[in-house]
């Protein structure tokens, strides 16, 4: 992975800030853009969604990577969501999304933002956890999750259905492997692009 060495400085800065907090709103518009064309369907979200989203942000988080490969940028990325879905009333889901962040900091850590591994490797984390997100209550907060949907006009045989997915080990692992696939083509895209594109116009 090709990542310019002209500045040293370890430690995130207000530009690798603005730079982070951009990339990090651009993916979540392109998540909201994939999520369209499979929302009506739980397997649709899981399987297609949530694996276009990690294909096709795998080349912007890489490319944020290479603008501020610094202490700090995983966590900001991940806190981002985080404060998003603190706004949405999920707390669960805010806290694992912070908790992701401090993960994929120490994984990145000394050289990972520029070992191709690590990074690949907190990338596939994060867009695990992302596709995870949104459904933590319905997994671990069931019943809460079902008199909300309820209260929010589902029928509670649909609310009874959706949970039920969220509730099936091999659907679950099938949904990570998937997610974690796709990662790390997504990734595998952006380190060419970056290098055949990005690097010589001097992006980072």
Do not use: W
Request: hydrophobic share 50%; proline share 3%; aromatic share 12%.
């Amino acid at each position: 992975m090709s990542i310019s060495k002209t500045n040293h400085r370890k430690t995130i800065g207000f530009k690798d800030v603005v730079t982070v907090v951009l990339f990090s709103v651009l993916t979540f518009i392109v998540s909201f853009v994939t999520a369209i064309p499979f929302s009506g369907s739980v397997y649709g979200m899981l399987f297609g969604g949530y694996a276009l989203m990690a294909l096709i942000c795998g080349p912007i988080y890489q490319i944020m990577i290479n603008k501020a490969p610094r202490i700090g940028t995983q966590i900001l990325f991940f806190s981002v969501k985080a404060l998003y879905m603190l706004i949405c009333g999920q707390l669960l889901t805010a806290a694992v999304f912070f908790v992701g962040g401090l993960i994929c900091e120490a994984i990145c850590l000394g050289d990972g933002y520029r070992n191709m591994v690590k990074s690949t490797a907190a990338y596939a984390l994060h867009t695990t956890l992302y596709g995870f997100g949104s459904f933590f209550p319905a997994i671990f907060l069931t019943e809460s999750y079902s008199a909300r949907m309820t209260a929010a006009g589902a029928s509670p045989e649909s609310v009874a259905a959706t949970i039920g997915v969220y509730h099936q080990p091999l659907t679950m692992l099938g949904v990570a492997v998937v997610l974690i696939a796709f990662s790390i083509i997504g990734v595998l895209i952006g380190t060419k692009m970056f290098r055949k594109h990005f690097a010589p116009a001097g992006i980072a």
